[in-house]
């Protein structure tokens, strides 16, 4: 498995001669063979440099010719043999010595090796390590996630980077956090996690909409029994301790750790904004930035400021672009929009990349206009300045004929002369489905149903879209 030699084979039964080698196999272009020493259990017995010579003197013998012989110990370091092995190297025969600390790093490369043979030779070991992971509760997943190349391979980079303990998302709502995080958690399950354990919460609906107050309690709560500590879950100790004790706890192993949506946790714009207003979690993130085996990603509209002195070193803050163009055009297509890449690329542009918003205006494109992209243009809104700003120039209308001048003695208001005058019909697209092709847009009546609101997506100031997300 080392030498990624399927060929790798044992040399010969127990008692046959072996020419110093129980195992051997091809590593590159080499032979390379290996010898067991203390496989009668007698665990830290040392091997002496006298063996090592003899058993070296026999690997030379062996054929094919060995390129590297390496004596494998379970005993413990020994410095004079070391460096007896390295006497013995020449070019062309390498002699190599592995003790028990060797081996042992060794096995921590290979996972899967490790895995295997963890519950036949320590079993103790292996049930404390049982894995330690929580069912997802992330929600606004994509059914396919489009774009986010550079953003999927920056979390993987940070995963593998030890040096990077809390990676935070920053973007407002509906640009895609949440749904790039569980496309990247969901490659990771693929790989079961890299070996490591896994937990995620998401606050965006635990604290906005559930509970109506923002806390971390209930997910204190839980993460502290996931990660094995009941008794201070239900103990009454203060969010300051239960916050440093989870911190200790994820931290000593390797964990992914995933907080979507903290943004209810935080203090809003003005002179506390982003700091945690949770103190648990407050202080369970400067822990996990301070130390962490494995990596804490955290999604919210506001950047935290809790973690601000660490975002130069192992908490970086990631903003989160917009969608790219292509990943939008393809986005829009997936939802059965239709039309000149021209007219895609605009219509994305317009929206400024903003994920939510794409899907809304695609699907109503697609239910109310057939996918046709051209019929996306916004009809003039009243009152709403940026949809007359898009909207086609109005046609002239004739001019009216002036009305007669009322009569001072006979004031009869609403049936004076050239009143019916005054009275023009709607602007064309006005009322709604009354106008052709069932359309469902522009006046008060189309306003206020589910058309008009979602042509008013097509506004695309970021106020306005930001309201939107409100609405996810
Ligand atoms: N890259 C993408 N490709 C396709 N759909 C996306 C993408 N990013 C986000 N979405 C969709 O857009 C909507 C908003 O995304 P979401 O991840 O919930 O935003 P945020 O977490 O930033 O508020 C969701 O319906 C999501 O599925
Ligand atoms: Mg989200």
Redesign the pocket.
């Known amino acids: 498995m080392i030498w990624g030699d399927p060929g790798a084979q044992t040399n010969g039964g127990s008692g046959q001669a072996q020419a110093g080698v129980d195992v051997f196999g091809k590593n590159g272009d080499g032979w390379e063979g290996v010898q067991c020493k203390q496989k009668d259990g007698l665990l830290r017995t040392k091997v002496t440099v006298a063996e090592l010579e003899h058993e070296a003197a026999a690997a030379r013998t062996f054929k094919p010719r060995l390129s590297r012989f390496i004596l494998a110990t379970s005993g413990p370091r020994d410095a004079k043999v070391q460096e007896r092995a390295r006497e013995l190297s020449e070019p062309g025969f390498d002699v190599q010595v592995s003790s028990w600390e060797d081996i042992w790093h060794e096995l921590y490369e290979y996972r899967d090796l490790l895995a295997r043979i963890l519950p036949v030779y320590w079993p103790m070991q292996a049930a404390l390590r049982s894995r330690r992971i929580a069912a997802s509760r992330l929600?606004?997943?994509?059914?396919?996630?489009?774009?986010?190349e550079a953003e999927l391979a920056a979390l993987d980079a940070a995963w593998a980077n030890p040096a990077v303990h809390v990676v935070t998302l920053v973007?407002?709502?509906?640009?895609?956090?949440?749904?790039?995080v569980?496309?990247w958690v969901a490659g990771l399950a693929a790989r079961d996690h890299d070996g490591a354990d896994y937990f995620d919460w998401s606050f965006?609906s635990q604290g906005t909409r559930e509970q109506g107050g923002a806390s971390a309690d209930s997910f204190v709560d839980a993460a502290l029994r996931l990660f094995g500590d009941e008794a201070m879950a239900d103990s009454p100790r203060s969010p300051w301790d239960k916050g440093a004790r989870l911190a200790q706890l994820v931290a000593e192993r390797r964990t992914l750790l995933v907080l979507?949506?903290l943004e209810p946790l935080q203090h809003p714009p003005g002179p506390l904004a982003g700091e945690l207003k949770d103190p648990a979690m407050s202080t369970l993130l400067k822990g996990l930035a301070g130390r962490n085996a494995g990596l804490c990603v955290v999604?919210t509209?506001e950047r935290v400021k809790d973690l601000a002195a660490f975002e130069e070193s192992t908490a970086p803050r990631r903003p989160?672009e917009r969608?790219s163009r292509e990943?939008g055009v393809e986005?829009l297509r997936?939802l059965g929009v239709h039309g000149a890449a021209a007219d895609l690329k605009k219509l994305v542009q317009d929206i400024q990349g903003h994920?939510?918003t794409?899907?809304l205006l695609g699907g109503f494109l697609r239910d109310a206009h057939g996918g046709d992209v051209r019929r996306r243009r916004p009809r003039r809104c009243p009152g709403d300045r940026r949809a007359r700003l898009h909207a086609p120039t109005p046609r002239r209308r004739p001019p009216l004929p002036r009305p007669p001048l009322p009569r001072p003695h006979r004031p009869r208001r609403g049936a004076a002369p050239g009143r019916q005058a005054r009275l023009r019909p709607p602007p064309r697209g006005a009322g709604g489905s009354r106008s052709g092709g069932g359309r469902v847009v522009g006046g008060r009546t189309g306003r206020r149903g589910a058309g008009g609101v979602l042509l008013a997506a097509a506004d695309f100031s970021p106020k306005r879209s930001r309201r939107l997300?409100t609405l996810?």
Do not use: C, I, P, Q
């Open positions: 929600r606004h997943a994509a059914d396919h996630l489009f774009g986010r973007a407002w709502g509906g640009v895609g956090k949440t749904a790039l569980w496309k965006y979507d949506g999604t509209r989160l969608l990943a986005l997936s994920a939510l794409l899907n997300a996810e």
